[in-house]
RNA sequence: GUCCCCAUCGUCUAGCGGUUAGGACAUUGCCCUUUCACGGCAGUAACCGGGGUUCAAGUCCCCGUGGGGACGCCA
């Protein structure tokens, strides 16, 4: 049988990174078995559910490169199917209509709460003769009162439970609509999902959805509850934790393929290998190596990820990336180096886009100041003489280039008797405006030369003005 | 509170009865170096506790403890 999964966000939100990890295991598991892979919008809450959060999942799974097969499939298309459904299990005596008002039911709940119990609806209206007047009930699916439930998880394996601490769920609101566990479940069967790998805040919802595709006549599919991710102080992640919508990682200068490497390792394992292409995860990917525990999200692991596929993949991939960047940033780059000579010349200095871009600003705009610290370590009363040899030259350099301009910093440093740490320093600081950057060489060239001269020679007169 | 789940360096993890408990991020020191980085080398650092089972336990079982989750006319 061919394998079928799927990634069901309910759009109330953005796609948040836990969510993010879900699907990509999912996606990365039908990829591994040849088989398919399904997005499904759970929007059967109307209330909460919006079309800018589906818009946002969707963007979040483009950037991801996360594709899908099938869907995406809108619940609320679907609505008659689920009506039918309900129906059959009302007319098979495995679900009733229930008139309990909202209060009452509070008021049960209060009542376990406070006799130490857990809160279980108590089925009063089971078998219930008398209808009340002028209230639309609500349908609750009637759970087997004996027995236990066992399902084998892939990650968890062996769970049972007793079905005594299961109660009598709600299946369709008091205004017709399905609630999530009748439409997960009728879903997953109608799409013949084969694997449901999900976030295991669903393992106990499990046993409930067991009981209806029994109550269905049908089997249950595999499951495979996969652990949470946790913010730094242990708690699940959530918006306090800063970044939790994928896109948000975009804007703070992550590669998509470096967090999926990240994603793909929190919870996941491979021996001791921590790179993996996309294709080497569609190869190796394994439920049986999915971990149990939460894990703990951390940013700098991340960043070295980042780092590293800034510095490993072809430039002009990373070209692409970094365009959104420039924008970002308003650095206008058509009147300067080609951006691919920047990011080889940045790539081992920057964790992420937005940092390559930031320290990439003089390369195409002027800057209006000098950095504070670096003006007053490397702009002396002396440097105007140094700076004034290099301009004169530099200005004598025909071929722009990164040996001719080495060559003339090396002859400025005989010349005045001077070692290269005399020399370069404040040279950088006159051309970028900070104390650091490239070497000086590569810096030059990719300023290009009328440029450079330009800001040695503004660096001159700063500091004939300086210490006239 | 009740039920479910989880537990190896600060973090992500390897380990599937016998290991000097391995790797990676982070961190520390050294080297390289015109800055900042990259890189190289070295180091610090972990089996939550208590009982069993066994010749042998990080590994299996039980009990604690700690953490997470669920307990909605949310998904």
Not at 344 to 368: C, I
Not at 385 to 391: E, K, R, T
């Amino acid at each position: 049988m061919k394998v079928r999964t799927r990634f069901a966000p309910s759009p109330t939100g953005y796609l948040h990174i836990g969510g993010a990890r879900t699907a990509l295991f999912s996606w990365l598991y039908a990829k591994k078995m040849g088989g398919d892979f399904i997005l499904r919008i759970e929007d059967t809450d109307r209330e909460r559910s919006t079309q800018a959060s589906v818009d946002a999942i969707m963007d979040g799974m483009k950037w991801l490169d996360l594709d899908f097969d099938e869907g995406p499939i809108y619940q609320t298309d679907r609505f008659d199917r689920y009506k039918e459904v309900i129906q059959q299990l009302l007319d098979q005596g495995d679900a009733y209509h229930c008139y309990c008002s909202k209060e009452e039911l509070e008021t049960l709940r209060d009542s376990q709460w406070a006799a130490k119990q857990k809160p279980r609806y108590d089925a009063r209206c089971f078998g219930r003769e008398d209808i009340p007047e002028g209230i639309e009930p609500v349908v609750r699916f009637r759970n087997p009162q004996d027995g236990t439930v066992i399902f084998d998880d892939q990650v968890r394996g062996h769970i049972e439970i007793s079905n005594n601490e299961l109660d009598d769920l709600i299946i369709a609101r008091s205004d017709g609509t399905p609630t999530y566990n009748l439409t997960v479940v009728v879903d997953d069967l109608d799409m013949e999902i084969t694997h449901v790998i999900r976030g295991d805040d669903h393992i106990n919802n499990t046993p409930r959805q067991i009981n209806i595709i029994r109550a269905l006549g049908k089997e249950p599919p595999i499951y495979a509850h996969v652990p949470m991710i946790l913010g730094d102080d242990g708690k699940r992640l959530s918006k306090r934790h800063g970044a939790v919508g994928v896109m948000q990682y975009r804007d703070d200068g992550y590669l998509p393929d470096a967090v999926i490497n990240y994603l793909v390792r929190l919870g996941w394992s491979h021996g001791d290998q921590e790179v993996f292409s996309r294709e080497e995860m569609q190869q190796l990917f394994l439920l049986d190596d999915v971990n149990k525990s939460a894990s703990t999200f951390n940013t700098e692991k991340l960043q070295w990820l980042n780092q590293h596929y800034i510095k490993e993949m072809p430039v002009d991939e990373v070209a692409k990336h970094l365009q959104w960047h420039f924008d970002d940033q308003d650095i206008d780059v058509t009147n300067g180096p080609a951006t691919t000579e920047v990011i080889d010349a940045l790539k081992e200095r920057a964790k992420t886009l937005k940092e390559l871009t930031a320290s990439a600003r003089y390369f195409y705009m002027d800057f209006d100041a000098y950095d504070e610290k670096a003006e007053k370590k490397q702009f002396k009363e002396p440097t105007v003489a140094i700076l004034q040899a290099l301009y004169d030259g530099l200005s004598e350099v025909n071929e722009w280039d990164l040996e001719p301009i080495h060559a003339v910093i090396v002859q400025t440093c005989e010349d005045l008797d001077l070692k290269l740490g005399k020399v370069g320093p404040p040279l950088r600081v006159a051309v970028t405006g900070t104390a650091m950057s490239p070497s000086l060489d590569v810096t030059l060239k990719l300023i290009g030369k009328e440029r450079s001269l330009r800001r040695i020679n503004n660096a001159i007169a700063y500091l004939k003005d300086k210490f006239a």
